[in-house]
């Protein structure tokens, strides 16, 4: 359970989400929200979470995104990416529960780390 576990959540792995658990409840998900770096917040009622990135311009932008990329197929959990010519929105989501997961919060800290 990542709530209980020690292990730093971007040294964890994700795990196969096909449904049939609950999702991170709002509660569970403000504790978790602690453990990444400074810019993630909450949305749509604890359901996501995301992060604005901002560039010096649109190279880094796309830079950046497949950095992300790589890290969501490693992870085999991918985010939505809303991007500009200098800016970058991270949404993660599991849609399979219709909320957050533990492979969120995995994968967000592994872009914390990255970037």
């Not at 509660?27 to 602690?34: D, G, S, T, V, W």
């Not at 359901?47 to 992870?75: G, Q």
């Not at 939505?80 to 800290?109: H, M, V, W």
Request: aromatic fraction near 10%; proline fraction near 2%; hydrophobic fraction near 40%.
């Amino acid at each position: 359970n990542i709530m209980n576990n020690e292990v730093e959540l971007s040294k964890r792995k994700c795990l196969p989400c096909e449904g049939g658990v609950d999702a991170i409840n709002h509660e569970q998900a403000e504790k978790l929200i602690k453990k990444l770096d400074e810019g993630w917040a909450l949305m749509n009622n604890s359901k996501k979470i995301y992060k604005d990135f901002k560039f010096k311009n649109h190279y880094e932008v796309m830079a950046t995104i497949n950095l992300i990329a790589w890290i969501s197929h490693r992870e085999d959990h991918h985010p939505e990416i809303i991007f500009a010519y200098n800016t970058a929105r991270i949404i993660y989501y599991t849609y399979a529960i219709d909320g957050l997961s533990e492979n969120d919060f995995i994968c967000a800290s592994k872009i914390d780390k990255a970037i």
